[in-house]
């Protein structure tokens, strides 16, 4: 066939069109040889499907004649121009009508972010009130104050409610449309979805509700709001919600198990979720209560102390050897040399005796290297300490921490700020309020093998010549509760053989020593003794002690030399400010009454 009587292409399907091109496409070769094609004809075929597909897989764009896009393109990028647009006008539709609402938003100038120094609020208020006053407030005073969102609900399109809480206090507040200021809806809305734990500035009126709310500390008023702004706003997600931080915790043995919810599906916060959340489990009431307690069993430390005039010292907690014995004890790098952290302050108290200020005191921490998980011991804590010197007994000593104790506890329970705390506690912590003291200021005292007794003789075994074990301490306190009603007593005459080598020995009885002990609900709170204050049998002493020690070692050189210049008889104690707490409230481990604990497993945070 020649090439003028090829057919015409025009007017041909794709597929037709796309063998034509490829049997122009290989030229010559064909026509000079016509029988290749009868021959093979598949090839050719093969050829026209192979340029077939290829058309088919190209976009569509580059379908189009003169590079411009296909209908299908075309009307595709109509559309999304189409949809482009309805969204814009969607948007600005809503942005006009939140505008237009916000135009008619009567109570716009009452809510939202606290205005800034140069755009103040409408009222600024002269005086702001804490929650801890409204308990006797009065009827429709007005108040404003700074709190956290606690909880936030709508009731209704005009009513919402929040619960403010400031420490250990909380009030309802209710946010009602309407009223003298003209609280829109918007308002209401808004303050319903407060995110817990924000911090707001509310300013209303207190008033009576018509039934005392009991969710809440303050229960006799609430407050209606006026206006209300937000200081500081917290995340939507907490790792931890503290309305769940105030249920009380798993008391199992482990405290630090994890368990997801309890019998009725509420989630329970762990002991270690606590402390590894401590910022949000600080905020609870409770735990806001247990740590102002703790300071006011310090105010009380201070304040008997100032009464009976003693000298406030503060000794350094750094020390060049290991004292007490060296063990148990901290050693850090000290430039190039080594240092320790102090076991207590009981070598500085003494040589400040000897610098004859006869009656001192301090408060301050306690390191103790001792891998002790338990209820009870922390490696870090603070000390109530004092040394006294002694006009012609030792008793005086006793005496004298015994009525420091009693004075402690007993206001503890009578001055009305500290029973209002206590109650708040005892929400949590059932009993936390329920102490039992002896009458006067006189403690029930024991001597140590009087407590031996009494053990064997409610069948727990005991003996004379070994230092009571913790199990025994707990059934003493027991025995003790029941048959004497207290939960607060002393124990003196401790065997010599269980106290340090600086402990005087009962002049009468080598055996014994002039030491006792302080216990609440059969917890050890205290150790204190008189001390050997003469040189020549403190040294003598040390070099007895197992292992023995070197009084001219230079560890112990500057300690021993203040009794060889001359040092008045005296003894004192050591008290733990987080035993007291944990004792007097019922707390069942020291790490609730510790801000931030340290345990051979915790250094964070």
């Known amino acids: 066939m020649q090439p ?9 399907s794709h597929s ?55 209908k299908n393109a075309s009307k595709k990028a109509a559309k999304d121009k189409e949809k482009a647009e309805k969204a814009a006008k969607r948007e600005e539709q809503e942005r006009q ?56 609900r709508v009731q209704s399109a005009k009513l919402a409610f929040l619960v403010l809480r400031e420490e250990a206090h909380t009030i309802q507040a209710v946010i009602a449309e309407g009223g003298a200021n003209k609280i829109s809806r918007r308002m209401v809305k808004w303050c319903g979805g407060i995110n817990s734990e924000s911090i707001v500035r509310a300013t209303g009126l207190v008033k009576q509700p018509v039934e005392p709310v009991t969710s809440t500390s303050i229960s006799n ?14 995340a939507q997600m907490l790792p931890v919600q503290v309305k769940d931080c105030m249920r009380a915790p798993p008391m199992n043995d482990d405290l630090k198990e994890e368990i997801e919810t309890d019998a009725q599906g509420l989630p329970v916060v762990s002991l270690s979720a606590r402390l590894n959340n401590r910022i949000l489990d600080g905020r609870t009431p409770a735990n806001q209560a247990i740590f102002q307690l703790q300071g006011g069993i310090s105010n009380l430390f201070i304040e008997f102390m100032n009464q009976n005039k003693f000298t406030w010292i503060n000794s350094s907690r750094l020390a060049g050897a290991a004292t007490e014995g060296g063990a148990g004890v901290f050693e850090i790098k000290y430039f190039d040399t080594k240092a320790y952290l102090t076991q207590s302050p009981q070598f500085f108290k003494q040589m400040a005796i000897a610098m004859d200020m006869k009656r001192v005191c301090e408060i301050g921490p306690v390191f103790r290297a001792e891998n002790s998980n338990t209820h009870r011991h922390l490696t870090e804590f603070t000390g109530l300490d ?92 027991r025995i003790v509760s029941e048959q004497f009603n207290t939960d607060f007593y002393t124990i003196d005459k401790y065997p010599s053989s269980v106290r340090p080598f600086y402990t005087m020995p009962d002049p009468s009885n080598p055996k014994l020593s ?67 707490l944990q004792f007097y409230l019922g707390l069942p481990d020291i790490r609730f009454a510790t801000l931030f604990p340290r345990d051979p497993g915790r250094l964070a945070p």
């Open 386 to 477: 004092f040394e006294m010197v002694i006009r012609n007994d030792y008793h005086e000593v006793m005496s004298f921490a015994e009525k420091l104790m009693i004075y402690i506890i007993r206001n503890l329970q009578e001055r009305p700020e500290y029973k209002r705390l206590t109650k708040v506690v005892d929400q949590v912590f059932p009993g936390a309020g329920d102490f039992k003291l002896p009458s006067g200021d006189e403690a029930q005292r024991f001597t140590f093998a009087e407590a031996v007794k009494l053990l064997n003789e409610n069948g727990v075994e005991a003996s004379e010549d070994d230092d009571l074990s913790t199990p025994q301490e707990k059934a003493l306190g």
């Open 97 to 152: 009508q939140k505008e237009q609402a916000e135009a008619n938003d009567t109570s716009k100038h009452l809510y939202g972010a606290l205005p800034s120094t140069s755009e103040p609020p409408a009222k600024i208020p002269k005086h702001f009130t804490e929650l801890a006053e409204l308990y006797d407030a009065k009827e429709d005073q007005e108040v404003t104050v700074d709190a956290r969102i606690h909880n936030a």
């Open 16 to 70: 037709a069109k796309a063998v034509a091109i490829v049997s122009l496409n290989i030229g010559n070769s064909i026509l000079r040889e016509p029988k290749s094609l009868l021959r093979k004809p598949t090839r050719i075929i093969k050829m026209a499907s192979t340029a077939e597909q290829d058309l088919a897989s190209r976009p569509k764009e580059e379908q189009g004649e003169s590079g411009a896009p296909s």
């Open 514 to 580: 002039n030491s006792y002990d302080f216990f609440m609900r059969g917890q050890e709170i205290m150790s204190g003794a008189q001390r050997i204050h003469d040189y020549n049998q403190l040294c003598e002493r040390m070099r007895k002690s197992d292992p023995p020690l070197d009084p001219l070692s230079e560890g112990f050189r500057h300690y021993t030399d203040a009794f060889k210049y001359g040092c008045a008889p005296h003894g004192g104690g050591g008290l733990g400010l987080n035993r007291i």
């Open 4 to 12: 003028s009587e090829l057919p015409q292409i025009n007017g041909m």
């Open 221 to 234: 008023f609430e407050l209606h709001v006026e206006s209300i702004y937000i200081i500081s706003e917290a």
